[in-house]
């Protein structure tokens, strides 16, 4: 009796440690199958999330303010790049975002009349070395640096007390409209990418015209 016990036990435990060892092949096998799916998974929102944004500038507000006989434009703007643009922005190109600003003289019966038409420009650009955004003034060269695109053009799209115009230029009395919009500026991306831009409607995005009438008060 003894000795048939004793030689049961090796079998035993011989059964015990071959279900545990194919317990964990199993196991490792699915942890294999889960973290494909989520990287699979993970693939499909990223690709879903490019569709979905193809990127979007839109004046949201603005309005012009007279302070010491200057009028000063403020605004806020919705900037945001298409995948191309984004691409393109990574790669070492620097993006030009263009505001275009139209004094109009609103005539009752003829065709309205354009007084003044002024642009600002702010180049947008990514230093891979040190993973910053940098945005500077064209005018003004003032530049200023960011951690992520997302807070680069947020504040780009906050457009305070910009000089406009000389309040004695305009007619007393007159009516006037201000137009406003925000572009991709595509005439200053460098030559082979300005001739695909061109053909690519997914690079190129500008707002639709925001208008309203100027108060001279």
Known sequence: MLASTSGRRPLHVYRARSIS???????????????????????????VAQEIDPGRFDV?????????GVFYLSAWLELRLPPEAREALH????????????????????????VAELMYRYELTYHALTERYVVTNVNSRDQR????????????GRIEKLPMIDAAILEPDRGYEVQLRVVLDMER????????AFWRRDFSVASEWYQWRLDEN
């Open 189 to 196: 991306l460098p030559g082979p990418l300005r001739l695909l």
């Open 145 to 156: 640096s960011f951690a992520t695109l997302f807070a680069a053009l947020n504040d780009l």
């Open 60 to 68: 949201r507000s603005a309005d012009v303010t007279l302070e010491n």
């Open 91 to 114: 790669s070492g190109v620097a993006l030009t975002i263009r505001l275009d600003v139209e004094l109009v003289h609103d005539r009752r019966w003829w065709v309205d009349a354009d």
């Open 21 to 47: 060892a194919g317990a964990a092949s199993l196991l490792a096998g699915a942890v294999q199958i889960l973290t494909a799916v989520v990287l699979l998974l993970g693939a499909a929102l990223h690709s």
